[in-house]
């Protein structure tokens, strides 16, 4: 099946400091969505990006689909930003999401 | 507001039992999955559905079941519970595939086998 990989596993920030976050795939994919887990297990779509660039505040996601990979941009991180954050693909042909093994976030203030 | 309620937040059963993990969806959704959570894995997938009564397994259905008798309702049964299945296990829905296609994630059933 299709790999995901995510780097790095663990990220420490303090306040106000601007992070990325990678994910590498190695197989072309028709959809591509970050995730962010909360504390409390709860997990919340961030970006839907199979490919292209998108924002939404203090978060943005680009996507080389030709190349295999995805970027989730962290600016001014806030202590409200730690928890997990996951990219997962479906490939073509597929119904289900395959997910990396995450980025673990701990922005401390 | 949309919804993925999962029966139980936390459970904990002795090794040997028999144990259900309910999901409801009030979506109206044609498909639905079951997760398994563990640390440094992310989230692997057990078991989905694309309609009431269709399954397909995932890449880990060894030693679940599933059932989806109505649309909003898909559970996951654990046969004979071991330790090896203490996990977070998550529920999740969607519509068909398409293009901005999102899925929706329960919160979550921690589950202690003992």
């Known amino acids: 099946g299709i790999q995901v990989e995510q780097s790095p596993p663990d990220l420490i920030l303090q306040e106000g400091a601007n992070s990325t976050l990678r994910c590498n795939f190695s197989?072309?994919?028709?959809?591509l969505q970050w995730f962010h887990q909360n504390p409390w297990g709860q997990l919340i779509n961030l970006f839907y990006?199979?490919?292209g660039t998108k924002q939404n505040g203090r978060l943005s996601a680009t996507t080389v689909a030709t190349e295999r990979y995805s970027l989730l941009y962290i600016s001014s991180s806030q202590t409200t930003d730690s928890g997990v954050y996951f990219c997962?693909?479906?490939?073509?042909?597929?119904?289900?999401?395959?997910f990396g093994s995450g980025t673990r976030l701990q922005v401390q203030p | 507001d949309v919804k993925v309620t999962q029966s139980s937040r936390y459970l904990v059963k002795r090794t040997g039992e028999k144990v259900f993990l309910e999901c409801v969806q009030d979506?109206?959704?044609?498909?639905m999955f079951w997760y398994r959570q563990d640390p440094g894995l992310g989230l692997r997938l057990i078991y989905f559905?694309?309609?009431?009564?269709?399954?397909e397994k995932g890449d880990i259905p060894e030693g679940y079941s599933v059932s989806r008798e109505k649309k909003e309702r898909f559970s996951l049964i654990l046969e004979s519970a071991s330790t090896n299945q203490t996990s977070m296990y998550l529920c999740?829905?969607?519509?068909?595939?398409?293009?901005?296609?999102?899925?929706?994630f329960g919160e979550g059933s921690w589950l202690t086998v003992v």
């Open positions: 979506m109206d959704h044609e498909n």
């Open positions: 990006i199979p490919s």
């Open positions: 197989d072309s994919v028709n959809n």
């Open positions: 997962a693909v479906r490939r073509t042909g597929r119904r289900a999401l395959t």
């Open positions: 559905s694309y309609d009431v009564k269709m399954k």
């Open positions: 999740a829905s969607s519509s068909l595939p398409g293009d901005g296609n999102t899925i929706y």
